[in-house]
């Protein structure tokens, strides 16, 4: 198939959008696990706080505005658990009305909202509690969930239960470095199953409120490829751990089983069917493979134990600090690699922290030319969230400059807005509903021969190990 086009285009229907999480925006968040955090130190990047955030409790209809402006017809933003349910038998409210007032000012503007019920962060009589280790977490969250879906069911049809399960279990019970601050193997295996008992039981309790909801979870997938493509361990690591942190949890709302590499099947049957929909938060590539040395060591049990690379390669565009490698292909992989499932897709979460724009209008203009791509071979992507709207607190990065996910940069001071040129690049990809020569020529008209030149059957494609 040539693709000597001049548009690439979009169903009618696609929901274009951007997505944001409670903590990260909202701020004045006095009465949650991360607050707590923060305030203790040591979490976060210069021990800061997240304070007023993008003060959205205050203020989110004007950045509503902004969304409206661009032309979107969607967003995704989550509910705050501590501060509808302040204690175990108490519900506040005037919370829960401002929520219903923000979802009403979203319909006013015809964007439809999507919510997400948990986004990382939890109320402090959970924490004190032993948060989800403890296995009434499962029913903690389902009464939560009940009382917002009954809020909330006539305005909304999108749920998304639990943003990034496995990303929650590996930074804050596995490496420790979120609250709070475990690293065990036990917890994040008890953590990752009340976590998938928690869907299962969302997903019941919305479809009992309301049979015609759409529930789904975000998950986060990564692009992981061999370190050294001509190693075989390096292939088996990406593998392995593509199977754990990419699958396993989508295989548990699928089929109700849970299967380690190596280890147990874990059966939660009141999982399996678990969902309308897909949720796919995708930003990055990561190469992994084996330490030989550090394998030989480990027989020696006073040697470390660090036997796993986890990196980028030289050569490649990769995002700060720790970020991983940009790689817009490992978006259609990713996409390929999930279509088994039969389920609609949607995008929940895609962005690049550069606080210079320098790099996001192409990074907007390819992944969404991937995720074009993966539409024409039959793959269902329903919608796509921009990561993000605003800059906002980036958890452990805190206000960190070299973290800013915007379309619009935040002075955090101020609260001032100021769009960047991305914010123009996607407003026009989402008002005329597709991807044109004529915006590609106009923003990075390199790319022009790349999507609207070559025979998009035989496009180079890496598709290692996703
Ligand atoms: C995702 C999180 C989101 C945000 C982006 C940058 O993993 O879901 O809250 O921090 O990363």
Known sequence: MQTHLDSLCFPSSFRWGTATSSHQVEGHQYNNNWWAAEKAGGFVYQDQQSGAACDWWNRAEEDFDRMAALGLNAHRMSIEWSRVQPAPDRWDDDALARYQEMVDALLERDIEPMITLHHF????????????????????????????????????????TINEPMVLVGQAYLAGIWPPGQKSLRSSIDVGLNLTKAHAAAYHTIHGINPSAQVGLAKHMVSWSPHRVWIPTDHLVARMVNRITNHLILDAAATGRARLPFGKTYHIKQAANTLDWLGINYYQRYRVGIKIRNFLRTFFPSLPANIFYQGTKPGYQKGPGSWGEIHPEGLFDTLRAVAHYGRPIYITENGIPDRDDKNRPRFIITHLHQLWRAIEEAIPVKGYYHWSLVDNFEWAEGYNPDFRFGLFGVDIETQERTPRPSSRVYGEICRSNSLTQDLVARYDPELVPQIFRVDASKEPQQTEAT
């Not at 499962?138 to 917002?148: L, S």
Request: charged share 20%; net charge negative.
């Open 121 to 160: 962060t939890e109320p402090l009589w959970m924490t004190a509690q032993g948060s989800w280790e403890n296995d009434e977490s499962v029913g903690w969250f389902e009464k939560y969930v009940h009382r917002v879906v009954t809020l909330l069911s006539d305005k909304v049809t999108l749920w998304c």
